[in-house]
């Protein structure tokens, strides 16, 4: 039998969400966010507008899905609508905690539920999981923000 072995195939599909999740957290709020930060400093008063600006081109980067999904151009803008909320929600989780690690997380399990939605399967099984990565993604990211008000101690050299 020539089959790969299941935990070989379920450590595969871990680093296969995992990686996307890191590198655009790693440039959405470690790179960006932290530029944005030098120009509308923190200790201003003025984080509020990095961290939108941050989540808005945060969204747009996802129009980079565009090419493998040509023949969803409306679910494509719905990425870019709820990437730049959920970009700019991230943006503060970043700074309450000072930390990549709570958005590389939740933006891994919105991956690994998006994976199992099939395009050509049943519209209703696709709303479903699709509903069910947002709400689980969302209701992490709203905890992490409410759980993360000390804004005051951030420290934008340790995000990177």
Same mark, same amino acid.
């Not at 690690?101 to 399967?121: K, L, Q, T």
């Given at each position: 039998?020539?089959?790969? *072995?299941?935990?070989? =195939?379920?450590? !595969?599909?871990? %680093?296969?969400?995992?990686? $996307? ?18 120009? @509308? ?5 003025? &984080? &509020?507008? +990095? %961290? +939108?600006?941050?989540? !808005? ?5 996802? #129009? #980079?899905?565009? $090419? ?5 151009? /409306? ?7 709820? /990437?730049? %909320?959920?970009?700019? +929600?991230?943006? @503060? ?6 930390? =990549? @690690?709570?958005?590389?997380?939740? &933006?891994?399990i919105i991956d690994v539920?998006?994976s199992y939605i099939s395009? *050509?399967?049943? /519209?209703?099984?696709?709303?479903? =999981?699709?509903?069910?990565? %947002?709400?689980?993604? /969302?209701? #992490?990211?709203?905890? #992490?923000? @409410? ?7 951030? *420290?934008?050299?340790? =995000?990177?």
């Amino acid at each position: 039998n020539n089959a790969p *072995d299941n935990s070989v =195939l379920g450590w !595969f599909g871990f %680093i296969m969400f995992l990686i $996307p999740g890191i590198w655009e957290e790693v440039i959405g709020r470690g790179i960006i966010l932290t530029v944005l930060l030098r120009k @509308y400093p923190l200790e201003k008063g003025k &984080h &509020h507008k +990095a %961290i +939108a600006i941050g989540g !808005f081109i945060f969204g747009l980067m996802h #129009l #980079l899905n565009i $090419p493998k999904l040509i023949n969803e151009p /409306s679910f494509v803008l719905g990425q870019v609508v709820w /990437s730049t %909320i959920i970009g700019i +929600a991230w943006g @503060y989780v970043a700074i309450g905690t000072n930390s =990549l @690690y709570p958005s590389i997380f939740i &933006h891994w399990i919105i991956d690994v539920f998006s994976s199992y939605i099939s395009f *050509d399967g049943d /519209s209703m099984v696709f709303a479903g =999981l699709f509903m069910m990565a %947002i709400i689980i993604g /969302s209701g #992490l990211t709203i905890l #992490l923000v @409410y759980q993360t008000t000390n804004i005051r101690n951030f *420290d934008k050299k340790k =995000l990177l």
